[in-house]
């Protein structure tokens, strides 16, 4: 499944395409108080906004870093901390977990300095697995905070991954009208970089991107589950036939099988493929028997070994910088 550097050049293309930026073409929102469609804002380190909440999710480590950067200089611009929401239960393609990703992101958190009285303020048992139980949870967070449920119509600041920003916005955008949203620009990040499975080319990164792609693209979704992307959006976007290419090269782990069938698999083609690489990532083929081993991070993409590493090097950029925490 070794890629040529002109897919390895797709694939960057992909992963910006999909991370959201205003300025690429502004996806409009409901804004249920005003009645308007208003368009979702973004922001990077230099132009952070004031907001009432910043969440963090997506089941990727990396943005945690981001997330800590974005409260640390929202604290020296605006002198207080936003609120802080995390979710994620787990998984929903069968990988293994130890613990809640919205606790490891928890405990990140306070590994970078955070106090437990910012970080634990908002805490709920997550056991969301998808968009929908996403949206529910994030939700419930709102309710119960007594900051956030007195206000009329509170500004969240959504960090999660590059390569997935654009579906969030998408998604969150269309289901949470009763707020203000507005997303991180998280950078992209080289591939000598990348530490854990979810963002290693050789891991299942490839996979999530197309699923991201394909999510974003697919029309018949849009109004129902998504906000429609702008028709200068859309002129940058993914063909049909480089992700049929790049999925027949076995990079289907988060495609279903009518994503599949979309781009023009046929169903013993589907299913081939999709359990060939089922077995290959997590050792369990569609029907649930384990055939193989699979790939020792597939058990747990909050790999400590690898949290510790990233998060030392994460302390030291931010030493370098002059950042301090707490």
Partial sequence: MKLSNN???????????CTYRQSDGALMA????????????????????????LLLF??????VKYAALVMH??????????????????????QAYSKPENDRYEDMMLALGFSKDIIYKNHI????????E??????????????LSLLDRPRIAVVTYAGYSLRAAQELGLALSDYE??????PSYSQDEAMFISEKYDGYRIDILLASAWHS????????????????KMQFAPCKENLRRIAEAGYNFYMYPNMLEDLGFNAQEIYQMRNKRKIEITGYNLEGEKIAEGWPQAGDIFNQALIDKFLEQVHEEFLAKGILIG
């Fill in 217 to 232: 693209m697919n029309q018949q979704s849009w109004n129902i589950e998504r906000l429609p992307l702008c028709q200068a």
């Fill in 7 to 17: 897919n390895l050049q797709l694939i960057a293309d992909i992963e910006n395409w």
């Fill in 134 to 147: 996403n949206i529910a949870e994030i939700k419930q967070l709102v309710r119960n905070s007594e900051v």
């Fill in 181 to 186: 949203l507005m997303f991180f620009e998280t």
């Fill in 73 to 94: 200089y929202f604290k020296v611009k605006f002198s207080y901390y936003p609120e802080f929401l995390t979710i994620g239960g787990a998984p929903n393609k069968g």
């Fill in 125 to 132: 048992f997550s056991k969301s697995r998808s968009t929908k």
């Fill in 30 to 53: 409901f804004n249920s108080m005003s009645g308007r469609l208003e368009p979702i804002r973004s922001f990077n380190l230099d132009n952070i906004p004031e907001f009432d909440a």
């Fill in 58 to 63: 997506g089941g990727n480590p990396r943005p």
